[in-house]
Structures are given as C-alpha cells and as structure tokens.
C-alpha cells in the first residue's frame, strides 16, 4: 500500500508539473514558460512571474515528504525572504484540483500543491551575470551592499560561547573534508583532507580571538552567492535558506566571505569589498583580513563537497562536477596559504 501511495503521489506532481508547462496554466497566459529543475524544486518562469514548486523528497538536512511539509516549507521561505527581498515574495499559490482539471490560484477546487509567487527579476541584474558581462560597477553595487550590511547589523545576536563556537568551526572543516574523501575516492578526496588539516592548524592558533566571533552570530541569509544577489535597483537578496535554521546561523562575517569566495571564483573578488565596508559601517564590526580568508577557505571545503554530491548515480557529469570541485579546493588552498 505504502508503495502504491508513493507511485499515486509521484503521478500527481508529474501531472501538476505538466500542467505548469503551459502556458495556458497562468492567469496572465504569458507567451511562454521556461522551466528549470533543482534538486529540490521545479521553477516556473514567465514573462512577469517566476513560481516555485518543492520536490516531494527527503535528504539528509531537510523533509518535504508530505504535502504539509512542503506547505510548511513555502510559508518560510516567504516569510524569511520578506527580510531582505519584500517585494519580490508575493505570496503563496495554490495548484487547485477541480474534479481531475488542475488550475492555478482560483476559488473552486481542492489544493493539490503549493507555489511561492515571485516577482521575475531581469537575469541582467543579477550580481553574477553581471560580473561574467562585464557591466558591474561600484556604483551599481552600493544599493545592494547597504541593503545587506544594514540588515546584517541589526539582526539580533544568536551568540555562542567561545570554545563551542570554535569546536563547532573545527567539525565542519573536518566533516566536510571526510564527506568529500568518502564520496570521491580520487586524489580530490586527499586534497580535500591536506586543505582541512592546513585550516584546522590555523584554526587552532588562532582559537582566542577567532572564538570571540562566536557572539557575534545571526539568523542571517545562508546562501549568499552572487546569483542570489539582484543589483536592482532597488537591490534585494534571494533565496535565503529557508529550510534548517543552523545553516543560517552564522558570523555576518562568515557569510561575506562566502560571497568574495563565489565572486573570486567568477574572476571578480573585488566586489565583495563594498559588502564588508557596509557591514563593517553599519555595525561597527572592523575584524581583520584574516577572518575573512579563514571562512572563505571554510566555506571552499563546504562547495567542494556539494560539488562532488552533485553527481548523478551514472556517472554521466563526473567531469563537470568533479572539476568544480577542484576548483574550490585550489581557491581554498589560495586563502590557507596566505595565513601560514
């Protein structure tokens, strides 16, 4: 029975992504439909609008299995992305089920699923295409890095102590490091372990005032790469992590360097010096240059080992993945270096 359940259900969202292939679903009957998948959505994108369906999948850091959870999961996300993006979330959807004939939004039927609404954003806007193109300027970038560093200050503390902060630190360089050699069993794998064990050296010595930071922890965004990061104007911030609380409790600090690590990565790592001189104003937070090496080597091992989870079971984008992967590591190797 429970298999038939789960094949009655995959039916369903086959169906209901079906119907959100064409045009004809949407109330403004765009001209077209652009659909693009992820690991954990399917997104909807038309001319004025993009929607958001979740997956119906389980994995290690988050549950969408039943429709209350998936439910669950578009109320945060619209809730969480209403701090730094209000007038892009506007609001939540329903696929409804009128006697077998699916419709979006409408007053008659039964929900079958749940969107998050968006308002579509020009692509050309986008801190990351800007920076392939070539038309980023620092001008272009101070709405933006107001928006973040003033958001960043004024989230309330959610401190941890000292020692727990930098033990937690520690794990997650270890953890991803062991990830990494399990799952590639090639030479990415000791590479991986060499670069953890070169960070938790400089870790440990520099344990005093790195546990300090500890308290300077928030819910913050979580995610902060330059795709997430829409220039405008006016500017806003996407897709936070909406889905495990402990992903976006971190230094502001911490997630800054996660976006110079992504903005180096695409060529660019001047671009995120405006976002730490906006935080850095705005909360009278000045660390050293040090901080920011040590997260964005941290955060290298974290985008490695995703890199290398991203491999589907055949094998097929090996080549792609496993050299995105290496790519982290060798930018992480850059920052460590410069701390020894």
């Not at 959807?93 to 308002?119: F, H, I, Q, Y």
């Not at 794990?171 to 990415?188: H, Y």
Request: contains cysteine; glycine residues 8%.
């Amino acid at each position: 029975m429970a298999a038939s359940a789960s094949a009655d259900a995959a039916d369903r969202t086959a169906a209901i992504v079906e119907h959100l292939r064409e045009p004809e679903a949407y109330p403004e009957k765009p001209a077209q439909v652009t659909v693009r998948e992820t690991h954990m959505a399917w997104v909807f994108l038309t001319e004025r609008y993009a929607y958001k369906l979740k997956k119906a999948v389980r994995l290690s850091f988050l549950d969408y299995s039943t429709p209350a959870r998936r439910r669950a999961a578009v109320e945060a996300e619209l809730r969480l992305n209403a701090r730094l993006a209000p007038w892009v979330y506007l609001g939540m959807v329903p696929v409804l089920d009128d006697g077998g004939r699916l419709r979006l939004e409408g007053a008659e039927g039964t929900p079958a699923a749940w969107l998050v609404k968006m308002r579509r954003l020009p692509e050309a806007g986008f801190l990351d295409a800007a920076i392939e193109r070539g038309t980023v300027t620092a001008d272009w970038l101070t709405g933006a890095a107001e928006l973040l560093g003033g958001f960043f200050a004024a989230q309330p503390a959610a401190p941890l102590e000292g020692g727990a902060y930098v033990s937690a630190l520690r794990r997650r360089v270890a953890g991803d490091s062991a990830a990494i050699r399990e799952a590639a069993r090639t030479g990415t794998g000791q590479r991986a372990h060499e670069l953890a064990v070169r960070l938790d050296r400089v870790i440990q010595g520099q344990a005093d005032w790195l546990g300090e930071r500890g308290a300077h922890r928030i819910d913050g965004h979580g995610d902060l790469r330059p795709e997430h990061v829409a220039l405008g104007p006016p500017p806003a911030v996407i897709d936070c992590v909406e889905f495990e609380r402990d992903f976006r409790l971190n230094d502001p600090v911490e997630e800054l360097a996660f976006l110079h690590l992504e903005a180096t990565r695409l060529g660019a790592p001047w671009v995120a010096e405006p976002f730490r001189c906006a935080y850095a104003e705005a909360a009278g937070d000045h660390p050293p240059p040090v901080l920011t090496a040590i997260y964005a080597a941290r955060r290298s091992l974290l985008r490695a080992k995703l890199a290398i989870w991203h491999i589907r079971p055949d094998g097929t984008d090996w080549a792609h993945h496993h050299a995105r992967a290496e790519g982290y590591l060798a930018l992480g190797e850059q920052f460590v270096t410069g701390l020894n």
